[in-house]
């Protein structure tokens, strides 16, 4: 289909057909103080040229961390994508595609949705996962919402692991609802079972946690389990199913995740892929889209959207979710790169990341003032340093090194974590690069 | 006495009986085709006459059952869970949803009885 943009005469028809007689009226609903009344500061018009130049111009002043040595980390990770991952995103079959309503004309797309469920069912050890989410905090909000439609109880427990953008959207996303949420300020897995009682529909948990710790949470969940509550472990680096015991066999009832690490940018933050998965019997409470395998009428293996009736397009205000779509083209670059690492490849690649995480916190102890405050991590990690972390991340990036999340930025209220910096390694972390940042630490904080 | 609605409920109790069954018609369940998931309510919860109480979901669709009568939920139909298709074979028998204790009596007389009901399907078709 070509994208013709309408004429005067084409627009002048429709409006006389629908009986306007300009565009403006059809905002006339929209309040008047809501409207732009001068038009944007931009300038009229440039040519392609001039405007590849100062686009150009504007990207450069980025500070991005293919080019700068970078320890980001705090729920979205840089990790090497493999060429092929791109290309075959881009083929037109899967980057135009709409939602594959038709099962006559999508096979391909609901194959690869069939594929991704698959893959992140075995990861996170649960039996079922959907067609993927926004991203790990409107995952981990929608299973808070399911696990109160299960449970019929309306008592949420958060973690202090938890990240703080999930914590906030579990909190926008159930505001109308009468539910009660308690952001704790405790993490570890004894304290947290003492908070469970039989009004508690869910407690969430993140592994590894907003910190890095790294936590076993099976008596937790035997903990929940003994009250009628579901336990949801969230999980912001996925790398980490290839070398931690993954959640299902830790007994959670849904897992709840981010899945950027595989095969996705952290392109300022998104787009980027929800994973949900949870225990079959929990399959009908589910909340998005999800591809079953089928026969067709010659005994064919196929694919289909399938439990359709959870969903608001056919079950409106009374849906199990309101989110309507999913990630479709982050899934596959999901699933695309896990199939090119394989089982093996997977471990090794998480393996791999939790050496290199190793290797900066060596580094790190040649720094006096500098604390690190884990016991347990995986990639990344908490540091304390001796002045206020967001100055000094500050300082580092104007030298060239991309130091970390501070934790401030997050938890802008909390005076304790004032001098807390997140860093994080992963395959892309290079001996340079920790000299680099050990360097450049030291520098800065003398 | 068995009495039905508009919304193709049926509710029964037994003269002297302390629990009212609800389920769906054999009409309801032959408009909704094969019927492959029913979400049933708490025990304990307390529901008005025309409150959801029940979702009943097929290959076709997905539709709310309200309860016929107020009353306190008693019982759900655990054999609904494995074997929905028992909806589709005896809708009002042993395919029946929940058992309320009612609390007003008197809302079973506004209900259709069996001969209303099947001369308001009647009209339907």
Same mark, same amino acid.
């Given at each position: 289909m070509r994208y013709l943009p309408l004429t005067t005469d084409d627009r002048n028809k429709m409006l006389s057909e629908i009986g306007v007689g300009d565009i403006e009226e059809l905002f006339k609903d929209v309040p008047n103080d809501a409207l732009l009344k001068s038009a944007i500061d931009l300038p009229s018009h440039k040519s392609e040229m001039e405007v590849e130049t100062s686009i150009t111009s504007f990207a450069k002043k980025n500070k991005t961390t293919n080019v700068f040595p970078s320890f980001l980390g705090a729920g979205n990770y840089s990790h090497h994508i493999p060429a092929s991952v791109d290309h075959l995103i881009q083929r037109g079959e899967f980057l135009t595609s709409y939602t594959p309503y038709q099962p006559e004309i999508a096979q391909g797309t609901l194959q690869a949705l069939f594929e991704f469920q698959t893959q992140v069912s075995l990861i996170t050890g649960m039996e079922?996962?959907?067609?993927?989410?926004? !991203?790990?905090?409107?995952?981990?909000?929608?299973?808070?919402?399911?696990?109160?439609?299960?449970?019929?109880?309306?008592?949420?427990?958060?973690?202090?692991?938890?990240?703080?953008?999930?914590?906030?959207?579990?909190?926008?996303?159930?505001?109308?609802?009468?539910?009660s949420i308690d952001s704790t300020s405790v993490y570890n897995k004894k304290a947290l079972c003492e908070l469970i009682d039989e009004n508690t529909a869910c407690i969430v948990v993140q592994n590894p946690d907003f910190f890095g710790r790294v936590q076993d949470f099976t008596e937790l969940s035997e903990t929940c389990h003994?009250?009628?509550?579901?336990?949801?472990?969230?999980?912001?680096?996925?790398?980490?199913?290839?070398?931690?015991?993954?959640?299902?066999?830790?007994?959670? !009832? &849904?897992?709840?995740?981010?899945?950027?690490?595989?095969?996705?940018p952290i392109s300022f933050g998104g787009p980027h892929v929800g994973l949900l998965s949870t225990r079959e019997k929990f399959l009908r409470q589910m909340p998005g889209r999800l591809a079953g395998?089928?026969?067709?009428?010659?005994?064919?293996?196929?694919?289909?959207?399938?439990?359709?009736?959870?969903?608001?397009?056919?079950?409106?205000?009374?849906?199990?979710?309101?989110?309507?779509?999913?990630?479709?083209?982050?899934?596959?670059?999901?699933?695309?790169?896990?199939?090119?690492?394989?089982?093996?490849?997977?471990t090794q690649l998480a393996k791999i990341n939790h050496q290199k995480a190793i290797d900066l916190s060596k580094a790190i102890e040649s720094l006096d003032e500098v604390e690190l405050i884990n016991e347990t991590f995986f990639n990344e990690?908490?540091?304390?340093?001796?002045?206020?972390?967001?100055? &000094?991340?500050?300082?580092?990036?104007?030298?060239?090194?991309l130091a970390g999340v501070p934790v401030k930025r997050l938890i802008p209220h909390d005076i304790d974590t004032e001098n807390m910096l997140i860093v994080a390694a992963t395959e892309l972390t290079t001996n340079s690069d920790i000299e680099k940042f050990v360097t450049c630490l030291r520098e800065t904080l003398s | 006495?068995?009495?039905?609605?508009?919304?193709?409920?049926?509710?029964?109790?037994?003269?002297? !009986?302390?629990?009212?069954?609800?389920? &769906?018609?054999?009409?309801?369940?032959?408009?909704?085709?094969?019927?492959?998931?029913?979400?049933?309510?708490?025990?304990?919860?307390?529901?008005?006459?025309?409150?959801?109480?029940?979702?009943?979901?097929?290959?076709? #669709?997905?539709?709310?059952?309200?309860?016929?009568?107020?009353?306190?939920?008693?019982?759900?139909?655990?054999?609904? #869970?494995?074997?929905?298709?028992?909806?589709?074979?005896?809708?009002?028998a042993n395919g029946w949803f929940f058992k309320l204790a009612p609390s007003e009596e008197s809302e079973l007389e506004e209900l259709m009885d069996k001969e209303g009901y099947d001369k308001y399907i009647g009209g339907l078709d």
């Open positions: 079922v996962a959907n067609a993927s989410m926004y !991203d790990g905090a409107t995952a981990t909000s929608e299973a808070v919402l399911m696990a109160c439609r299960i449970t019929r109880r309306d008592k949420i427990i958060l973690s202090n692991g938890l990240h703080p953008h999930y914590n906030e959207v579990i909190k926008t996303n159930s505001r109308h609802l009468k539910l003994q009250y009628g509550a579901l336990l949801i472990i969230a999980v912001t680096e996925i790398i980490s199913l290839g070398a931690l015991t993954n959640p299902g066999e830790m007994g959670a !009832d &849904i897992v709840s995740g981010e899945g950027q690490s595989l095969g996705n395998e089928t026969v067709d009428e010659d005994g064919k293996r196929g694919w289909v959207l399938t439990l359709s009736t959870r969903e608001q397009h056919i079950r409106r205000e009374k849906a199990t979710s309101n989110i309507c779509t999913n990630s479709g083209l982050c899934a596959l670059a999901f699933s695309i790169h896990l199939s090119l690492l394989g089982e093996d490849g997977f990690f908490t540091l304390k340093l001796p002045k206020p972390a967001i100055s &000094i991340v500050e300082e580092m990036a104007n030298k060239g090194v | 006495m068995i009495k039905y609605t508009k919304q193709h409920e049926w509710v029964a109790i037994n003269d002297g !009986d302390e629990k009212a069954a609800v389920g &769906i018609t054999d009409y309801a369940q032959k408009q909704l085709g094969d019927i492959v998931y029913v979400e049933l309510p708490g025990i304990g919860v307390k529901v008005n006459k025309g409150d959801e109480a029940a979702v009943v979901e097929s290959v076709k #669709a997905a539709a709310e059952v309200y309860s016929p009568i107020s009353g306190e939920i008693l019982e759900v139909n655990e054999n609904l #869970a494995d074997s929905p298709e028992l909806i589709n074979n005896e809708a009002e």
